[in-house]
């Protein structure tokens, strides 16, 4: 056993904890749950403090419990939030269920033995209890004045937007959660979010209401980014755990594009390294910040954790692509699909097979059969200034010469002007 909400202290993942928790916890074995919501496929990045959570609670020699809301999926919870969701049917959820206990088991060690992770599923309490017997074996238990009283429905209430009763009842549907794990699995503590305490006082106060049982809270900070800003997001949308969803090669960028701040409060709570080795990077990195070691130490980290060493591998070899001195021949070991995930964003031509291959001069490539550049002009321009390579070769004069022979995976022909503006050229 170690020291559980000491580790989550000294990362600067702790938000609050309930008295005598920690005590609780420096006892023995305890058993504890984090909810998942499973409005999508997938996990995204906002969702591994929470992952992180649990592998402490676990290693710390403790049992964790992943609960996947299936019951509460098709209800909402209205904490954080300015709007009611869309409610989502037994068939989605199924679906989303499914895809989440996946990369929940690249994270934790799941075993019914010993401290190993369980999953469980609310919809397999819920399903049977019926309306009547959730008022009054539940209901009536906690005050309406209770639960007024949070700060999730009194900002609701004040707002536009109101508060349907489905949702008002979502910290009693919660509170009855952590009431049947403490029951029937020995759960002695919920932790969270630091938006979730007062769904998890809840149910506390309904676990001390209904059976006089003791149970315990904790919750996490939210993570923002140095500038404020709601980490996770970015322009083309959320960071997800799917590789279908966001690419290693996206993900990994994701974490080495940190800011030096970021990365030092991100390295700590997303990543296993100790203490000592966490101020030796940090002292390395203070010492060359252009090198970015801090940054490729938690890429490195996380994209090995949420994916494998293998998509780690191709992530690298595509950012060496992108920006260093790649080979083409890395192209061509990927799928069209992985192909075109790597130029997303990219200006993109489609050009004729067909007229390939007899061969067509760099000029007519670019300039006609093509948009790359205005005019053949600017083609010779460039060709004259050194800055026009294709498929990673510079091209050594306007009468270069390119077919079929040329394309990458029989599809594609990459177009580099200067050191950063990629263009795909795909054959059809």
Same mark, same amino acid.
């Given at each position: 056993?170690?020291?559980?909400?000491?580790?989550?202290?000294?990362?600067?993942?702790?938000?609050?904890?309930?008295?005598?928790?920690?005590?609780?916890?420096?006892?023995?074995?305890?058993?504890?749950?984090?909810?998942?919501?499973?409005?999508?496929?997938?996990?995204?990045?906002?969702?591994?403090?929470?992952?992180?959570?649990?592998?402490?609670?676990?290693?710390?020699?403790?049992?964790?419990?992943?609960?996947?809301?299936?019951?509460?999926?098709?209800?909402?919870?209205?904490?954080?939030?300015?709007?009611?969701?869309?409610?989502?049917?037994?068939?989605?959820?199924?679906?989303?269920?499914?895809?989440?206990?996946?990369?929940?088991?690249?994270?934790? #060690?799941?075993?019914?033995?010993?401290?190993? *992770?369980?999953?469980?599923?609310?919809?397999? &309490?819920? +399903?049977? =209890?019926?309306? !009547?017997?959730?008022?009054?074996?539940?209901?009536?238990?906690?005050?309406?004045?209770?639960?007024?009283?949070?700060?999730?429905?009194?900002?609701?209430?004040?707002?536009?937007?109101?508060?349907?009763?489905?949702?008002?009842?979502?910290?009693?549907?919660?509170?009855?959660?952590?009431?049947?794990?403490?029951?029937?699995?020995?759960?002695?503590?919920?932790?969270?979010?630091?938006?979730?305490?007062?769904?998890?006082?809840?149910?506390?106060?309904?676990?001390?209401?209904?059976?006089?049982?003791?149970?315990?809270?904790?919750?996490?900070?939210?993570?923002?980014?140095?500038?404020?800003?709601?980490?996770?997001?970015?322009?083309?949308?959320?960071?997800?755990?799917?590789?279908?969803?966001?690419?290693?090669? #996206?993900?990994?960028?994701?974490?080495?594009? *940190?800011?030096?701040?970021?990365?030092?409060? &991100?390295? +700590?709570? =997303?990543?296993? !390294?100790?203490?000592?080795?966490?101020?030796?990077?940090?002292?390395?990195?203070?010492?060359?910040?252009?090198?970015?070691?801090?940054?490729?130490?938690?890429?490195?980290?996380?994209?090995?954790?949420?994916?494998?060493?293998?998509?780690?591998?191709?992530?690298?070899?595509?950012?060496?692509?992108?920006?260093?001195?790649?080979?083409?021949?890395?192209?061509?070991?990927?799928?069209?699909?992985?192909?075109?995930?790597?130029?997303?964003?990219?200006?993109?031509?489609?050009?004729?097979?067909?007229?390939?291959?007899?061969?067509?001069?760099?000029?007519?490539?670019?300039?006609?059969?093509?948009?790359?550049?205005?005019?053949?002009?600017?083609?010779?321009?460039?060709?004259?200034?050194?800055?026009?390579?294709?498929?990673?070769?510079?091209?050594?004069?306007?009468?270069?010469?390119?077919?079929?022979?040329?394309?990458?995976?029989?599809?594609?022909?990459?177009?580099?002007?200067?050191?950063?503006?990629?263009?795909?050229?795909?054959?059809?």
């Amino acid at each position: 056993m170690t020291n559980f909400v000491e580790e989550l202290r000294w990362r600067g993942m702790l938000h609050d904890i309930m008295p005598n928790a920690e005590e609780k916890l420096n006892e023995g074995m305890c058993s504890g749950y984090i909810g998942f919501d499973p409005t999508a496929d997938s996990l995204h990045v906002g969702h591994l403090t929470q992952i992180m959570t649990l592998i402490h609670f676990q290693r710390a020699g403790h049992k964790p419990f992943a609960l996947v809301g299936g019951a509460t999926g098709m209800v909402g919870d209205p904490s954080g939030k300015s709007d009611e969701r869309n409610l989502l049917t037994e068939e989605v959820l199924e679906v989303n269920l499914a895809g989440i206990k996946q990369q929940l088991n690249r994270f934790l #060690k799941f075993s019914d033995e010993g401290n190993g *992770a369980v999953m469980v599923n609310n919809a397999d &309490w819920f +399903r049977e =209890f019926s309306f !009547l017997d959730f008022i009054r074996d539940v209901g009536k238990h906690i005050t309406v004045n209770y639960m007024m009283a949070k700060d999730s429905v009194k900002k609701r209430l004040t707002g536009d937007s109101g508060l349907s009763f489905t949702e008002f009842s979502y910290q009693l549907i919660q509170g009855y959660d952590f009431y049947y794990l403490w029951k029937n699995h020995n759960c002695s503590i919920q932790m969270g979010g630091s938006d979730q305490w007062g769904n998890i006082v809840t149910g506390t106060e309904f676990i001390r209401r209904k059976d006089s049982g003791t149970a315990y809270g904790l919750t996490t900070q939210l993570i923002k980014k140095a500038d404020g800003t709601k980490f996770g997001k970015t322009e083309s949308g959320a960071i997800w755990l799917d590789p279908e969803k966001t690419s290693p090669y #996206k993900y990994y960028q994701f974490w080495l594009n *940190a800011t030096d701040a970021d990365a030092k409060s &991100w390295i +700590r709570i =997303f990543t296993l !390294l100790g203490k000592d080795e966490l101020d030796k990077l940090e002292a390395e990195h203070d010492a060359a910040p252009h090198l970015r070691i801090l940054q490729k130490a938690l890429a490195t980290d996380i994209t090995i954790r949420t994916h494998s060493e293998a998509a780690l591998e191709t992530a690298v070899k595509t950012s060496e692509f992108l920006f260093g001195n790649g080979s083409v021949a890395f192209l061509e070991s990927l799928s069209p699909a992985h192909v075109l995930e790597i130029f997303e964003g990219v200006p993109q031509y489609t050009i004729s097979k067909a007229e390939l291959n007899a061969g067509v001069d760099v000029a007519t490539l670019l300039a006609e059969k093509s948009s790359v550049f205005p005019s053949k002009g600017e083609v010779k321009k460039t060709i004259q200034g050194g800055g026009l390579s294709i498929n990673k070769t510079k091209v050594p004069e306007l009468t270069a010469q390119y077919n079929t022979a040329d394309l990458i995976n029989d599809q594609y022909i990459i177009v580099q002007k200067g050191k950063k503006n990629y263009f795909l050229l795909i054959a059809e």
